[in-house]
């Protein structure tokens, strides 16, 4: 199995609402990023955790609040966002030991702020 | 720091020819190098990559590309394309002397017409 799931595929919030991303992996990686992505331009990394815990955080306003409860699960959850943060909202997720430098990515969930 | 350079923002061709999209990197330490795909609403997908080995490197989907050193290039090359082949392609490069964050170019579009 080397999939990254992420729901919802698709969500539209207000700038007032509060709602959360979720990504789950069940291929043992234990690294997994949170990566946005504005139409036609790569993917900017927003935080990555290893090992459950927070290592690189890129500079991302605080309206973004990242969480990894288990080895399997990342969630991106938002509060007050900005019509600037629609995008897509890529996770993905890497082995740690080994050379198998490979990141599998999700397929992203669609944002639209409103 | 690294730095990815792909020459062309789009690429378009007939079906059936053969394409090259080009990548340049730029880095001061020695890096691992990778191929993405990304077609429309949709996450990203590893094509190729290089580690370390043969220069030449086989990918899915009938792609391939050639690591050179000296020119520090990772192009893309596929001798007969489809019109499935139109999306974003994007050359990524990594540290491979640890570290968590994947430098991404801009991107190439190709599109590929009948």
């Known amino acids: 199995d080397t999939e990254v799931t992420q729901t919802p595929k698709h969500l539209v919030m207000g700038m007032t609402n509060k709602k959360s991303l979720k990504c789950e992996q069940h291929?043992?990686?234990?690294?997994m990023y949170w990566y946005k992505q504005k139409a036609k331009k790569p993917p900017e990394l927003m935080f990555v955790?290893?090992?459950?815990?927070?290592?690189i955080n890129e500079s991302v306003p605080s309206r973004f609040s990242p969480e990894c409860p288990n080895s399997s699960l990342l969630n991106l959850h938002l509060h007050a966002l900005q019509p600037e943060d629609s995008a897509l909202y890529l996770c993905?997720?890497?082995?740690?030991?080994?050379?198998?430098?490979?990141?599998?990515f999700g397929p992203g969930t669609r944002l639209l702020v409103l | 720091a690294q730095s990815v350079t792909q020459l062309d923002s789009q690429v378009p061709v007939f079906e059936e020819a053969p394409v090259e999209l080009r990548c340049n990197y730029s880095?001061?330490?020695?890096?691992?190098l990778f191929w993405y795909v990304q077609y429309p609403n949709q996450g990203l997908q590893l094509l190729l990559k290089y580690l370390s080995g043969s220069t030449l490197v086989k990918g899915i989907n009938g792609f391939e590309a050639e690591f050179n050193k000296s020119q520090t290039s990772f192009h893309l090359r596929k001798p007969s394309v489809h019109i499935s082949d139109t999306a974003e392609y994007f050359c990524a490069v990594r540290p491979n002397t640890g570290g968590f964050k994947t430098i991404f170019g801009a991107g190439t579009r190709l599109f590929v017409k009948a």
């Open positions: 291929m043992g990686h234990r690294a």
């Open positions: 880095s001061s330490v020695s890096v691992y």
């Open positions: 993905a997720s890497r082995r740690l030991a080994g050379t198998l430098e490979t990141q599998y």
């Open positions: 955790y290893s090992y459950e815990k927070l290592s």
